[in-house]
């Protein structure tokens, strides 16, 4: 029987911030909390000014330089060893293979509090503004 | 005391939002960690024991609870130094339960980098 469990807020009993779920094969538990995904962010910089089409846990973004996005977290890391990644797409949305793979973005400077993701274009040799890029965090939240 | 709920679906209070329990369980990442490649040392992980050192660029992260077949989807990405993304490049390959293995390149070759990264998601056995 199918059941609902409304809440606005989960907590472990014996520590706040842990919960444990039970793995899909019954061997194993694992934390809840540190499983989930703490930033995503889909936004484009093709205007020169990142601008977001959809996100979790950002706060606001901030044009370092062409091709460099520094994005503010609401709320904090626990350290600035998270585990952070980003992918790019060429100039446009168009599909087409050259486009799919002209970029490739990494995060640098890596903060509690934000991440400078830099995109980078081999053909051209710098970085570059893009018009769809994506990055997400896995870590402990402060 | 430890407890249990089992519930399908987990909503908000107000019934707005609301996630079927399998999005939960199924969709959270089941390892992440972060290491740099010059100590091969891990600063940060989840579900990972040990990272192994297998040579110059190839590092394989030990996982605690393994994963129930080694069809798991795994991402990884590294970062030089140099504020430039195109000549440091990293791949994940030869995935098994309870590891799998991480090539980081620089330049065209095998190389240690640092600021090394993987998540793991798919169904823990």
Same mark, same amino acid.
């Given at each position: 029987m199918a059941s609902i469990l409304k809440v606005d807020q989960l907590q472990g009993?014996?520590?706040?911030?842990d919960i444990t779920v039970t793995s899909e094969g019954g061997a194993a538990t694992q934390s809840l909390q540190q499983g989930l995904a703490k930033m995503w962010v889909s936004f484009s910089t093709a205007s020169g000014t990142p601008s977001a089409y959809d996100s979790l846990n950002v706060s606001s973004f901030a044009?370092?330089?062409?091709?460099r996005t520094t994005i503010t977290l609401t709320n904090n890391m626990n350290n600035d060893d998270w585990a952070g990644f980003g992918h790019s797409s060429g100039s446009?949305?168009?599909?087409t293979p050259g486009n799919l793979a002209e970029n490739s973005a990494i995060f640098l400077d890596r903060t509690t509090s934000d991440g400078e993701l830099d995109v980078w274009k081999p053909t051209a040799n710098q970085m570059t503004d893009a018009t769809l890029n994506d990055a997400s965090i896995h870590g402990d939240l402060a | 005391m430890a407890s249990e709920l089992r519930v399908t679906t987990i909503a908000n209070n107000a019934g707005t939002e609301s996630v079927n329990t399998t999005y939960v369980i199924n969709g959270s990442a089941k390892a992440w960690g972060h290491f740099e490649g010059s100590d091969a040392t891990l600063d940060d992980s989840l579900n990972t024991t040990s990272l192994t050192d =297998? !040579?110059?660029g190839s590092f394989s992260p030990q996982l605690i609870n393994s994963l129930a077949n080694t069809n798991y989807a795994s991402s990884t990405n590294c970062a030089n130094? !140099? =504020?430039?993304? !195109?000549n440091s490049g990293s791949k994940a390959q030869t995935y098994a339960t309870g590891s799998f293995n991480i090539v980081t390149t620089q330049n065209g070759a095998d190389a240690d980098v640092n600021d090394t990264i993987y998540t793991a998601h798919g169904d823990l056995a």
């Open positions: 009993i014996v520590s706040a911030g044009d370092a330089a062409a091709g446009t949305l168009a599909a | =297998n !040579s110059t130094t !140099s =504020n430039t993304a !195109s």
